[in-house]
């Protein structure tokens, strides 16, 4: 039996060449049940407000595991707790 998909949240917004980057430097460190979710934080006042020009940010639920440039070491050891 296969292990549940997880799922991280990478908080971007069109034409972020440093989103971009962030993810193309992630993907390689994710295994083959762990995707991501980009989502705009123009789509929401809320999360306008909360990320604003902090774009890239990169969570795991309600945690932040990294903005730009990629916290590889955090990335990694959350990975390997799952």
Do not use: F
């Amino acid at each position: 039996m296969s292990e549940p998909a997880r799922k991280l949240t990478l908080y971007s917004r069109p034409g972020c060449h440093l989103c971009d980057e962030l993810l193309d430097e992630l993907l390689p460190l994710l295994g083959p049940n762990v995707r991501v979710e980009k989502v705009d934080v123009d789509a929401s006042v809320a999360l306008e407000r909360r990320y604003g020009l902090r774009i890239p940010v990169l969570a795991a639920g309600d945690v932040e595991l990294s903005s730009y440039p990629l916290d590889r070491e955090r990335v990694r050891r959350y990975l390997e707790s799952l």
